[in-house]
């Protein structure tokens, strides 16, 4: 795990920022918040939308091989047997019985402490960027205090899940510090259940949906009798996820609700999978960089093959460069037939294609493409987080905060300022631009306050453009100024210049 120099402060300068600009909110803040929950607030909400619609436009209406799917949340509970989320979908937990605090086991780790070879004890770490330093440090003070004298032999950091059972009550807990408390690792299930209908007994349980994946599934049949597809061609659902992870945390990175945007790519099982899951893996990285990600903040973590599930041919993860270090940002998965052949099975209905090419029918294989929303949002969010200094209204340098958005998914796009709010001639011209913009994109009137603080508050929430109406456009020639917000340059354009431009940038 690596993680960028001020990775610290840039998560919590990104927290701060969207909730003072109103970009994201804990969930029920008022009474406390509510852990593993957030809001998106009146930009937070732009942002998102304008993500989820570059999505939707590039991967399902610009291509002639994708349809589009909206199932719903709940679904009958025998999708989650077939699937194997029943029984499987869990996390390993471990409970510290004094403090009640609860850890993901994968997510923390111990080594024994040796000094010259003999075991003095045990530490242990929550996953975190700098565990290694944290053990070290833990360790040489338990030498010290211990007064032991020779070297300390090297931290060596295990998964608490590869603990043997006589390691449980030697190792400390993470929230006291003492040995004792930690339970073994249990499987947690992931899963929320509710009831649906007026019986309160166990017919009646039903699941919130933990991934999109499966509506497209159960659905596969619908769309290939109804629609005209061929293979290949892939079913696409943007939706609402749950999952009750055990330790939400990260901020929106690791949520309990939060959105999916799926694709499920069917295939002959006879196709190169290799080749087709290589080029969903590079048109998924060039996405992220067409929205504003820095091509070298992502990299790819191919999962060994050993660790696979036993029906998965291949995965790999588009890995971002996150504030809290190098983590899973989109799961790109060979699946095989496993999940229709499992939806064959519990439900009884033939899954197959006849392939009009190859003049045959089989159940065909399929490429998973997952993506989450709130995890492509936030590293937008850390990618266009910047620092600068800029000269004020009067010369003076002064640091000012910018989100660096692509003009494509900025909740605002432009800015619309008439240089003095009391001069009707400036403030009609203004008006009549802001109302024609408005009708295309979401643009933004201020006119109170120095045009200096005016351009600054825009461009802490990434518009990426200003345009003022100063007496040039009034008396002059009826151009307007426009200002780029990252390099501060303005230059004079007319109106059909302007909307042109807005249209090139925005629009792509
Ligand atoms: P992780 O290992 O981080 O828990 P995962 O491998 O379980 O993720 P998948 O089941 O492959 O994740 O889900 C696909 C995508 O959905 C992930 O790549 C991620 O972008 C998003 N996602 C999964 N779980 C969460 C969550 N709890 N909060 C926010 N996004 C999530």
Not at 9 to 37: A, H, P, W
Not at 306 to 315: E, N, P, R, V
Not at 482 to 497: A, G, I, N, P
């Amino acid at each position: 795990m690596t993680a960028p120099a001020s990775s610290d402060t840039l998560m919590e300068d990104i927290v701060g920022l969207c909730k003072r600009r109103g970009f994201i909110f804990q969930s029920s803040e008022i009474y406390g918040g509510y852990n593993g929950f957030y809001d998106y607030g009146p930009l937070g909400v732009e942002l998102r939308n304008n993500i989820k619609q570059a999505w939707w436009r590039d991967f399902v209406q610009c291509r002639d091989d994708m349809e589009g799917l909206d199932s719903t949340i709940i679904m009958h509970p025998k999708i989650w047997e077939a699937s194997g989320h029943v029984d499987g979908f869990s996390d390993p937990m471990v409970d510290c019985k004094e403090s009640k605090l609860r850890y993901r086991a994968d997510q923390l780790f111990f080594a024994p402490v040796s000094v010259d070879g003999e075991t003095i004890g045990y530490v242990s770490v929550v996953e975190c960027i700098d565990q290694q330093e944290v053990a070290e440090k833990a360790a040489a003070e338990m030498k010290r205090k211990m007064a032991k004298q020779g070297d300390l032999d090297p931290i060596v950091l295990k998964e608490y899940t590869e603990a043997k059972p006589e390691q449980y009550e030697l190792i400390p807990s993470p929230a006291t510090g003492k040995p004792g408390s930690l339970t073994e690792p249990r499987e947690f299930k992931l899963m929320f259940e509710t009831k649906v209908g007026p019986l309160a007994d166990d017919s009646a349980s039903a699941y919130l949906r933990p991934e999109t994946a499966q509506g497209i599934f159960a659905n596969y049949k619908n769309i290939v009798d109804t629609g005209r597809v061929k293979i290949p061609f892939g079913i696409a659902q943007i939706g609402k996820a749950f999952r009750n992870e055990i330790t939400p945390r990260n901020f929106i990175f690791r949520s309990r609700e939060f959105e999916q945007m799926e694709i499920e790519y069917f295939i002959a099982p006879s196709a190169d999978w290799k080749a087709l899951h290589r080029e969903w893996i590079d048109t998924c990285t060039d996405w992220l960089v067409s929205i504003g990600l820095p091509r070298a903040g992502i990299t790819e973590d191919i999962h060994p093959e050993d660790k696979l599930a036993f029906y998965s041919q291949a995965t790999t993860d588009l890995m971002f460069q996150f504030p809290h270090g190098e983590q899973e940002l989109w799961g790109i998965a060979c699946r095989s037939d496993y999940d229709l052949k499992q939806h064959q099975e519990h439900s009884g209905k033939s899954m197959t294609i006849f392939d009009e090419t190859a003049k045959e029918k089989y159940v065909p294989h399929v490429i998973e493409p997952s993506l989450g929303v709130d995890r492509t949002l936030l590293a937008v969010l850390s990618a266009a987080y910047t620092e600068d200094e800029v000269p004020n209204d009067k010369g003076k340098v002064e640091k000012r905060v910018l989100l660096k958005f692509s003009p494509k998914i900025a909740p605002v796009k432009a800015a619309i300022f008439p240089l003095l709010k009391n001069k009707p001639e400036l403030v009609e011209v203004a008006t009549k631009l802001y109302k024609k913009l408005q009708r295309r994109w979401n643009v933004f009137y201020d006119s109170s306050g120095a045009i200096g603080r005016r351009y600054r508050r825009q461009d802490e929430i990434g518009t990426p453009f200003g345009i003022t109406i100063d007496f040039d456009t009034i008396e002059k020639d009826g151009t307007y100024t426009l200002r780029d917000r990252d390099t501060c340059e303005q230059r004079r354009v007319s109106e059909d210049e302007l909307i042109k431009f807005l249209e090139e940038q925005i629009d792509g």
